[in-house]
């Protein structure tokens, strides 16, 4: 199965859309993507490869994820992200994601991925661990110590998705890891982390203003200006100039 995967892919090759997605994911050398190559297929055929190849085992989607091709990765991911919709066993699709942070190494591939699986499953442990912890069976919450170990990593790819995961518990009108994690961040250098940490901000700023503002007022006038302009994005002029200028 995986090989008749590979060739469907082959056979949808489009070396003039390789070329704009290698310059658009920046895969030239010292850039964040470099040595990533694109067979140039888009996403909507990708999804629909991976529900159609559903049945890879994971070994098989580890050969593809290990492969230097972006669309195997991510065509990988997007059946990973199925299979832990309806495993019952989703402990392992969590921990074969986790073993390849270093291959999801782009920012599309985190983002569609990070919230979907890691961030779910977080959120999802919580919430079944208090539904335990007020019967007589009584359980701790589990931490969510893995998004800090990311988010305090060296690798720019495990800190953007501590931050992406964080926005499954932004859906729930969970605000406080994504927060913490937004501290963490705010001396980082890189402006793929700025544009994440302000997307998810500009995120709960959508469900809770007061809350993104009080964040804003602490850091704004420290935090990077890429990172503040994502944030208030959505903010009326008036209000922007205001935070821009502090």
């Not at 890879?56 to 991911?77: C, F």
């Not at 402990?91 to 890691?118: F, G, Q, R």
């Not at 969510?144 to 964080?166: F, G, M």
Request: charged share 30%; glycine share 4%; proline share 2%.
């Amino acid at each position: 199965m995986l090989n008749e995967l590979k060739v469907e892919m082959q056979n949808l090759k489009n070396s003039k859309k390789a070329k704009i997605l290698s310059r658009f994911f920046k895969t030239g050398k010292g850039e964040y993507g470099e040595g990533d190559n694109f067979f140039g297929i888009n996403v909507p055929e990708q999804r629909k490869l991976a529900k159609k190849y559903y049945d890879l085992n994971l070994d098989e989607i580890q050969k593809l994820l290990s492969s230097n091709i972006h669309e195997y990765r991510m065509t990988a991911l997007f059946i990973l992200v199925d299979k832990y919709q309806k495993a019952d066993n989703k402990e392992e699709i969590v921990n074969l994601y986790l073993k390849n942070t270093k291959n999801i190494n782009n920012w599309d591939l985190v983002d569609l991925t990070a919230p979907n699986i890691l961030g779910n499953h977080l959120l999802l442990t919580s919430k079944h661990s208090m539904q335990l912890s007020t019967s007589k069976h009584s359980m701790q919450l589990p931490n969510r110590n893995i998004l800090y170990s990311l988010a305090n990593s060296n690798n720019l790819w495990e800190k953007r998705i501590a931050v992406l995961s964080t926005f499954a518990f932004i859906r729930n009108n969970q605000f406080e890891d994504s927060l913490k994690i937004a501290e963490i961040l705010l001396k980082d250098k890189h402006d793929l982390i700025h544009k994440a940490v302000g997307w998810m901000l500009r995120e709960i700023g959508k469900r809770d203003l007061k809350t993104e503002e009080a964040f804003l007022a602490r850091h704004c006038s420290a935090m990077p200006r890429t990172m503040l302009r994502y944030a208030i994005e959505k903010f009326d002029e008036r209000k922007r100039k205001f935070y821009l200028s502090n």
